[in-house]
């Protein structure tokens, strides 16, 4: 069963120009998508796509001037705001696409008690938070330190170690491996397969197909705001004939380690 | 031409050296593919080379003599974040012309279209936005370009086309380029040869 089941979303912004005449964008357009525990469903497109605007759909996160409309299910019940401010940060969580989330005056041991207690599932057994710690191979040490003497990728497993304290069952990581090299990037996405593993869902929004694919079972690729195409992950594979959409090919095709090729995708 | 760096050494602060006595040479017309894990100095030595930063040791070299300190960089550098590289109160036509008047044959190969100049970089996405960035550090004077990540957070159609109209570019007016990234696959395509620092 889908923990979460998206229908029409659409998020729009208004302003008024000059003549106080009103202006809509629709930055997100009636998409559907919907994800089951145990998957991992990845989030890909162009810079300006709406990947991130729709993690903030889902977390109740937009801002002031934006408006939502289409309806959200999670676990078979709707998710208005009243119900994404009781789940968020225990059965829903978000990993921000910036480290700078982290609160630069806590340690890292005290945050990492924070997610669990705001969870309802406080850390008091003695090493609970050296042991949250090291599964995602981080030294006990840590918990001492504040977050700008970590390094991206370690500030970046931080976040994910809270996640897991904080016991979610639908886990949304926003780029997860932005500015990290390819070690980096690697494990933290494989802490993101393991959190599938344990039976979440997880939704990962990234712009690095080859490392998404590594762990995705489907393929939701958005564009200007749509969705475009939805593929299963070993369907990206030799020259991707096994692809439904011409977007996802053209995509395909672009990686330098297929093609490199500059094809322009029928619209 | 020959952009090089000697023996070059730097640190922040004081404390251990990110560079120590790194040598390297960028020839005109070819591309030279740079990597190497975080924190290994990649982007700070890309900053040595276009002068944003002076080492602590070392000198660069453009044919052998100091490069110019006044006037038109020849060395270009282009980074990851567009945004932070132009100024935000200006319209994306001042930006431009800041370096030179491009004629259309160039907006084209970088898919740039005129209807941008008219707007600030905030109305612009990332992908046209770094555009916008390297055509206008492609200005007649520019003999070398240090381009840090420059594709890493576009999608890889856009990469794609960003990096063939560069090779173009490379090849067509003689300009060296310094490749900086952590993709090894796109640097086996663009590079001819690549050190990982």
């Known amino acids: 069963m889908s923990v979460l089941e998206i229908e029409r979303l659409t998020v729009s912004f208004h302003r008024r120009d000059g003549l106080r005449r009103r202006i809509t964008t629709d930055c997100v357009r009636d998409v559907s998508l919907a994800v089951a525990r145990g998957e991992v469903l990845a989030l890909f497109g162009a810079s300006g796509a709406g990947k991130s605007l729709l993690a903030h759909a889902v977390m109740g996160l937009l801002p002031p001037n934006a408006l939502a409309g289409g309806t959200m299910r999670f676990d078979g019940h709707v998710l208005d705001a009243p119900a994404q401010a009781a789940l968020r940060g225990n059965r829903i969580a978000l990993i921000p696409q910036s480290v700078g989330h982290l609160d630069p005056l806590a340690t890292v041991g005290q945050q990492l008690r924070w997610a669990a207690r705001r969870a309802g599932r406080p850390m008091t057994a003695p090493g609970a938070v050296a042991e949250a710690l090291s599964r995602f191979d981080l030294a006990p040490a840590v918990a001492g330190t504040f977050p700008h003497t970590l390094s991206g990728g370690m500030a970046r497993r931080v976040m994910l170690a809270m996640t897991m304290a904080s016991g979610a069952d639908l886990v949304l990581a926003d780029e997860p491996s932005n500015g990290l090299d390819a070690d980096n990037t690697a494990r933290v996405f494989r802490c993101l397969k393991s959190f599938a593993e344990a039976g979440k869902a997880v939704i990962v929004i990234s712009h690095d197909l080859p490392a998404a694919l590594k762990i995705a079972d489907r393929v939701v690729l958005l564009d200007r705001g749509q969705v475009v195409a939805e593929e299963r992950a070993d369907a990206f594979t030799s020259d991707g004939e096994a692809l439904c959409a011409g977007y996802a090919r053209s995509i395909w095709n672009a990686l330098p380690q297929n093609g490199f090729s500059r094809a322009c995708h029928e619209a | ?197």
């Open chain 2, 1 to 197: 031409m020959r952009l090089e760096a000697a023996a070059i050494g730097f640190g922040f602060g004081g404390g251990a050296p990110v560079l120590d006595g790194v040598d390297l040479a960028l020839e005109s017309g070819r591309i030279l593919g740079l990597t190497g894990k975080s924190g290994q100095g990649k982007s700070t030595l890309g900053r040595i080379l276009a002068r944003h930063l002076l080492p602590t040791r070392g000198r660069v070299l453009i044919d052998g003599a100091a490069s110019p300190s006044t006037g038109f960089n020849p060395v270009q550098l282009v980074h990851q974040t567009a945004i932070f590289a132009v100024n935000p109160r200006w319209k994306i036509g001042r930006i431009v012309s800041e370096a030179f008047a491009p004629d259309e044959s160039l907006l084209q190969a970088f898919g740039i279209r005129r209807q941008w100049f008219d707007r600030f970089p905030h109305e612009l996405s990332g992908g046209e936005l770094q555009r916008v960035a390297l055509l206008r550090a492609l200005a007649p004077g520019t003999r070398f370009l240090i381009a840090d990540e420059i594709t890493s957070m576009l999608d890889p159609i856009a990469q794609s086309e960003i990096w063939h109209a560069l090779i173009d570019v490379s090849a067509k007016r003689d300009i060296g380029i310094l490749a900086i990234s952590h993709d090894l696959a796109l640097l086996g395509r663009v590079a001819e040869r690549t050190v990982t620092l």
